[in-house]
């Protein structure tokens, strides 16, 4: 059973950056497709980034393009999301996700994923 347990967030500045990790245990994540979601209060949860299962697709939210790259060490079994110049929209509870055989949708909110991890808190503030 794949369990994902995500860590790296944390309170930065604007401008600032953090990288995100997410841990796979269980499983490797050779044949999974990966990404991550994000979600603030009062807000609609929102698909962040994401790779494909075979690593030939990767797409991001508009709103990230250019300041997120995501990525994944298929030896460690980690995938990584690396926030640059962090905004005070960004703050949210940042998910990593997986799904076996997964694609990566351009819309990234409507590609299932089956594996969740439990969050991590990201703070934007000066």
């Known amino acids: 059973q794949l369990q994902l347990v995500e860590s790296g967030g944390g309170l930065v500045q604007p401008g600032g950056s953090l990288r995100l990790s997410c841990v796979a245990s269980?499983?490797?994540?050779?044949?999974?497709?990966v990404g991550w979601f994000r979600q603030a209060p009062g807000k609609e949860r929102e698909g962040v980034a994401c790779?494909?299962?075979?690593?030939?697709?990767?797409n991001y939210a508009d709103s990230v393009k250019g300041r997120f790259t995501i990525s994944i060490d298929n030896a460690k079994s980690t995938v990584h999301l690396q926030m640059n110049s962090l905004l005070p929209e960004d703050p949210a509870d940042y998910y990593c996700?997986?799904?076996?055989?997964?694609?990566?949708?351009?819309?990234?909110?409507?590609?299932?994923?089956?594996?969740w991890g439990q969050g991590t808190q990201v703070t934007v503030s000066s």
């Open positions: 996700v997986a799904e076996y055989l997964g694609g990566c949708a351009r819309s990234i909110a409507i590609q299932p994923y089956d594996y």
């Open positions: 790779i494909s299962s075979s690593g030939g697709s990767t």
């Open positions: 269980g499983v490797t994540l050779n044949y999974y497709g």
